[in-house]
């Protein structure tokens, strides 16, 4: 159960997309927001002035998720700054576009590190805080329908993403006993400035295999978010809310 004590809520990845959607979502429900970001710092600036202006309190730091040391200096000025977080948004991730047999290593190495390692190291470190502090908390990890399902082209993705909830459910199991709930939320479609790059007519061509026949938009993520942050999933831990409309799901049916 969240404490009064510690309203603070780290976003990593935030300047941008889904990640500015959840943080501004939680500022409107009352989080002092600590929200990580690794370039564009001019949106970061934006995101922050959005933030204070719905009357609560905004630290934006440049920090790679994936980096041990800056991950460590971030939370220790969380700390100083407001004290335990109580809640941590894992974010923060990036994809790369190539086949199996295409897949650089290099590229790899760097979707894991950001997505999988920050994953693990952002936690670790709130976590941490929380056990110290005796304050309990939330954690939600943002995953992806390929939690579960095989993205073409998208091979170290998913292994991140699947990584992510089999990372929820041990985290889940080890941090309970401290009053810690640790919960992933899988998005499906969602349209943001960077997916509707993805090609010509994103919100058409995935509105028509969604059951509930649109897309999604970062809101929806984000009220999600809120929802597992908040005393209403007190006894909610451990498990993947999927916020995708039902595209993930169905079956594939030839007729």
């Known amino acids: 159960m969240t404490h009064p004590r510690n309203r603070i809520a780290v976003v990593t990845g935030a300047n941008t997309g889904i990640g500015q959607s959840i943080a501004l979502k939680l500022a409107q429900a ?42 460590d200096a971030f939370f220790a000025e969380v700390e100083v700054w407001g004290g335990p977080p109580g809640l941590l948004v894992n974010n923060a991730g990036i994809q790369t576009w190539a086949s199996l047999l295409d897949l650089e290593e290099e590229a790899w190495d760097r979707v894991i590190r950001t997505n999988l390692k920050g994953c693990f190291l952002n936690t670790q470190a709130a976590a941490r805080l929380m056990v110290h502090h005796k ?5 939600v990890n943002i995953g992806s329908g390929c939690n579960k399902l095989a993205f073409p082209k998208l ?6 993403k699947g990584g992510i909830e089999q990372f929820t459910k041990v985290a889940a199991a080890e941090l309970g006993p401290f009053g810690v709930r640790v919960n992933c939320v899988a998005p499906g479609a969602i349209e943001t400035e960077r ?17 509930l026949r649109r897309v999604g938009r970062g809101e929806d993520v984000a009220k999600a ?31």
């Open 155 to 160: 091979v170290d993705y998913t292994a991140s």
């Open 195 to 211: 997916t509707k790059n993805e090609s010509g007519d994103y919100a058409g061509e995935w509105s028509k295999l969604t059951p």
């Open 30 to 71: 009352g989080w002092d927001i600590a929200f990580t970001y690794i370039a564009d710092a001019a949106a970061a600036r934006q995101v922050e002035a959005q933030i204070v202006a719905l009357g609560v309190r905004c630290l934006a730091r440049s920090c790679d998720a994936g980096l041990k040391p800056q991950v």
């Open 225 to 255: 978010v809120v929802f597992l942050a908040s005393p209403d999933a007190d006894f909610i831990t451990g498990q993947t809310l999927a916020v995708d409309g039902g595209v993930f799901s169905q079956a594939p049916w030839p007729y």
């Open 135 to 139: 304050t309990g908390g939330a954690i």
